[in-house]
């Protein structure tokens, strides 16, 4: 039955436009009264809809933090500025702490008193203050006869305009426009930063990193994904940098932690900053997502991760100082898998294919929506068809150059350098200045870097660039490996490695302290890089260019053709890395036939998965005997501890460490996943199999409290068993 039913829902989507279905959406938190409240609360809302968004008053988007430059969300649980987000959004700053003597990835970190919390210069907490439909004013002298290159022009103008008018010199606030739809709306953001937010508590990664590589992306799961910090001000309660005189912060708003628990069907919000998504990607466009870039990151990931696995595993220092890399890299390498497995299991390119069949059916219907639309989709597929012929260039050029071996990317910023010595007479201030910054960064850089691993790095993927990407579009580089190494790089290597100064600390200060263009221009791994740069920039860029152009013009002409067919349908944007909200239910699913998931997990499920031969699989003592005794203190339930339960939230890549917030605007848990069945989520919302991963509160306030003792954490939040508060 069940077969028969979902085969008649995906012959039902593949006759109809792209429809919003329940729990997709990742919507503007300033329109939800208008476009949601309603539907909310069908679905179980308790709240106002001014509980959720308030510019003049205390509302739940006062306890949301984007956390630093926006790769994770956090969530502010006390009074006292206390932040929760998830473990792996702290890991690099935990790794960064980190030294064979103090493992704090191995250990876990809790500090017991404000004394013991670790300061981490760069990090910082934004709050948006307030956001603003400004559609209008940005778009008041765009014509629909301007060229894009017009239209650009006067967007950028009226943009800085509108930032100017609502600009601020109070300490701590910028303001930001963005935009929505392809181009087809723009909305203001306020946002008020601090620069002190220090280290509070963090498990150990064998918990709050459980199940590693392996259940990555995957449910069932058993992970304890969270750490905590603290957001500092200066005594006024202004932003500050680090200072022992700054004070906790006094937050306009936080949120309760409840102890009631979830349960089938419960009602989930998650808020938080989601990076981005391309929901209204055509069929063209998911083809070249599948077979350019998803392909390209499997391959070249996969040996970058095989080589820096085999050098941690060997040596503990190492281990520690390419955790934070390993873990980045490893992140959407199984993303990709799992996408295109997912784009071929929904069928999405053919869904993406009816969709604008229907499209192009309407807009033939009229000579006014022909005029308009009727070319937008064949002119788009032009634009594909040309990329395509470049394209796997820019993707081995990110993969394997940008994010390859490190001395790429290190010595790509002395660009600005080699061009000011051009002229070192008349550039000697700008030389001196550029000069300073980049002896700043020297350190930092050698500080987690190891020669050999790059060196192994750089001969390898190179490799893999030269193997794939046509030999009519091999830089100049790749012809002196075939004449001078025999086509072998990793001899290349070798004599890169043995000759440039970007191996060593030493030689690049040694460098600084008398640059030279010639010199710079000379060394191997720099001129390595500027020959791969400098085709991209003069044969492959300029394609990319005119035909990215020409996509844009499109997909805003597409997706305003889109609301005109579609008028009784309310639609979401795409993720832009502004704050949104998703509403769902906690929910158990079937992800394939004969097959059955609850929607929530055990410490039994850790138990059972214990491998202590695995460093994915290791269970602490202290924590096995907690399960033994059933010391599971007021946060168990039947005589079970909850870790991780599932909801229909649509969520993405920055949502992690998402608060998910009940009914009642209560914490029951934070988001730090997706699940495998539905890794085509960011192009095509998979309304059955979606399903996010959280960790549930409970489980969190165990380990600060009965495993960590760190029960000073519990107190200093309020505790709710499910009933209505409000701070």
């Known amino acids: 039955m069940y077969r028969k039913i979902l085969a008649l829902s995906l012959a039902f989507t593949l006759s109809i436009p792209f429809i919003t279905i329940a729990d997709e959406g990742m919507w503007l938190p300033l329109l939800v009264k208008r476009l949601n409240y309603e539907d909310m609360q069908n679905a179980g809302l308790k709240l106002t809809a001014e509980e959720i968004y308030d510019v003049n008053n205390s509302s739940l988007k006062d306890a949301i933090v984007r ?82 290159e017009e239209r650009a022009k006067k967007i950028r103008a009226a943009i800085r305009a509108v930032t100017e008018e609502n600009s601020s010199e109070e300490k701590g606030i910028s303001v930001e426009v963005k935009s929505f739809f392809h181009g087809n709306e723009y909305y203001l953001f306020e946002y008020l930063t601090y620069e002190d937010v220090r280290l509070v508590g963090a498990p150990p990664e064998s918990i709050g990193k459980y199940g590693g590589d392996t259940d990555n992306w995957m449910w069932p799961r058993h992970t304890g994904d969270f750490a905590l910090f603290r957001v500092y001000t200066a005594p006024d309660g202004s932003p500050a940098e680090f200072s022992k005189a700054n004070v906790p912060l006094k937050p306009k708003h936080f949120l309760p932690v409840s102890t009631a628990g979830v349960k089938q069907d419960d009602f989930a919000i998650v808020m938080g900053y989601p990076g981005s998504t391309d929901r209204y990607l055509t069929s063209e466009g998911v083809k070249l997502e599948m077979s350019q870039v998803n392909d390209t990151r499997i391959k070249v990931r996969g040996q970058k991760l095989a080589i820096m696995k085999e050098s941690m595993d060997a040596d503990d220092a190492t281990r520690i100082k390419y955790a934070a890399k390993y873990s980045q890299s490893s992140n959407y390498y199984k993303y990709s898998i799992g996408q295109n497995k997912g784009f071929t299991r929904m069928r999405t390119v053919e869904q993406k294919a009816a969709q604008e069949a229907n499209f192009n059916t309407w807009a033939n219907n009229s000579s006014e929506t022909n005029e308009k639309y009727g070319k937008v989709l064949s002119d788009m597929n032009k634009a594909y068809t040309e990329k395509e012929k470049v394209n796997l260039y820019r993707q081995y050029y990110i993969e394997s150059v940008f994010l390859g071996a490190e001395i790429f990317r290190f010595a790509s910023g002395y660009r600005g350098l080699e061009a000011a010595l051009e002229n070192k007479k008349e550039n000697r201030e700008d030389i001196e200045k550029q000069t300073a910054a980049l002896q700043e960064s020297v350190k930092d850089h050698f500080k987690e870097y190891d020669v050999d691993i790059d060196k192994e790095l750089f001969g390898a993927l190179l490799k893999i660039f030269y193997d794939n990407v046509p030999r009519n579009q091999h830089p100049p580089i790749f012809k002196e490996v075939e004449n001078k190494y025999k086509g072998d790089f990793d001899v290349f290597a070798y004599a890169v490695y043995k000759r440039s100064m970007f191996t060593s600390e030493a030689g690049v200060n040694r460098f600084l302290a008398n640059p030279s263009q010639k010199k710079l221009l000379s060394d191997p791994a720099y001129k390595t890089f500027k020959s791969v740069s400098d085709y991209y920039n003069a ?70 998965k214990k491998d202590n031969t695995s460093d994915e699989f290791v269970v602490p003592n202290k924590l096995e005997q907690l399960y033994k005794d059933k010391d599971f203190g007021q946060y168990g339930e039947d005589g079970k501890l909850i870790v991780n339960f599932i909801t229909t939230n649509d969520i993405t890549g920055g949502n992690s ?59 200093e939040m309020k505790l709710v068993d499910g009933s209505m508060s409000a701070n």
Not at 105 to 129: D, K, Q, S, Y
Not at 574 to 597: E, H
Request: proline share 2%; charged share 25%.
């Open 539 to 608: 044969s492959i860029r300029p394609i990319l260019r005119k035909t990215n152009s020409e996509l844009d013009k499109n997909y805003r002409l597409y997706v305003q053709g889109l609301r005109e067919m579609n008028t009784d349908k309310v639609y979401y944007p795409d993720a832009n890395s502004t704050m949104r909200l998703s509403y769902g239910k906690v929910k158990d699913y079937i992800p394939a036939d004969a097959v059955f998931y609850k929607h929530y997990t055990t410490l039994g499920g850790v138990m059972e």
């Open 657 to 715: 460490g998402s608060p998910v917030i009940n009914a009642k605007g209560e914490l029951i848990g934070l988001a730090f996943d997706g699940n495998w069945e539905a890794m085509s989520g960011d192009i095509a919302f998979d309304s059955v199999y979606k399903r996010t991963i959280n960790v549930d509160i409970r489980y969190v306030l165990f380990i600060i409290d009965k495993y960590a003792g760190a029960t000073h954490l519990v107190n």
């Open 67 to 148: 956390l630093g430059r926006g790769f994770c969300t956090a969530e502010i649980i006390s009074s006292e500025g206390l932040m929760l987000t998830n473990h792996h959004c702290g890991y690099d700053i935990i790794q960064g702490h980190s030294s064979v003597e103090n493992d704090y990835l191995t250990n876990g970190f809790w500090a017991m008193n404000r004394g013991e919390e670790i300061a981490n210069p760069g990090l910082t907490a934004t709050f948006l203050v307030r956001m603003a439909d400004v559609t209008e004013d940005v778009l008041a002298d765009v014509t629909d006869d301007m060229s894009e």
